[in-house]
DNA sequence: GTTATAATTCAATGTGGGTTGAAGTATAAA
DNA sequence: TTTATACTTCAACCCACATTGAATTATAAC
């Protein structure tokens, strides 16, 4: 089985972002929100065409956010939807690198004749 | 006085998100997250050029997400440390955004002879 | 003064990826 | 079979932007 929580490392979160930095996909993802349904009818809510929305939604569902499904009557309509799990996992490991509390008071290491082993909320100026 | 907390647009947000989506200044936030200090040390840390960490520090710091000091002694070192109250409002514009509770039951208005006004929690597929 | 250090700025390069228009695939309707 | 529809794929273009190396600024030490 996969893992449950995999390591979170700056090139894997930003890898992940560099698919949400992005204006028209998250007009997308914003409109999937609101439950949104087939290629053309977020290419019309959005004005854009229609081979730009498959290629986002193309880069969303690589990443795993997106999930697509056939109309059983019609099979040439294609739904969108958000993969929740996905993006809920995203968003906490979002959450736990810029967690706050994880800031650490600042002991310089460099500068000049610098006081060591003297770490402060606020930044070291180093004192007379 | 500025607003308190401005809409959150999708243009907004991807303006945002494209100064974190890059694995060079996750890194360069992960270690000011752990409290380090001056450019030097950053490029010692992450084996970068000291002229790539000032190019990322000044987007970083062109987001508002890092400061920049000076040291009183020395001053030519610069200090930076993570703008705290900065990096929270992105991460609740970011939480805000992608909240698992806006999605809404589909209600498909496109596709094949569609019972309209019937959304149902997952995907409509049409009965017969 | 000169030299060394910390950091920034500048110019040039290269590339990833968004955008566009046309062609292609698949299914349904006539 | 032919035509229309929904969507995807392809090739080409374009540009923001990360990277690089050298030059520049500013301060401190000698």
Known sequence: MPDQSPVITPENLARQLKVLADPRRLRILNLL?????????????LGMPANLISHHLRVLRNAGLVQAERDPLD???MYYSINEPALEALVRAFDAFFDLSRIQ??????????????????LLVSAP
């Open 33 to 45: 929100m609101t439950g949104v349904q087939c290629n053309c009818e977020i290419g019309e809510a």
């Open 105 to 122: 008071p600042r002991h310089p290491s460099c500068g000049p004749k610098r006081l060591q082993g003297k770490p402060t909320k606020k």
């Open 75 to 77: 099979a040439r309509w």
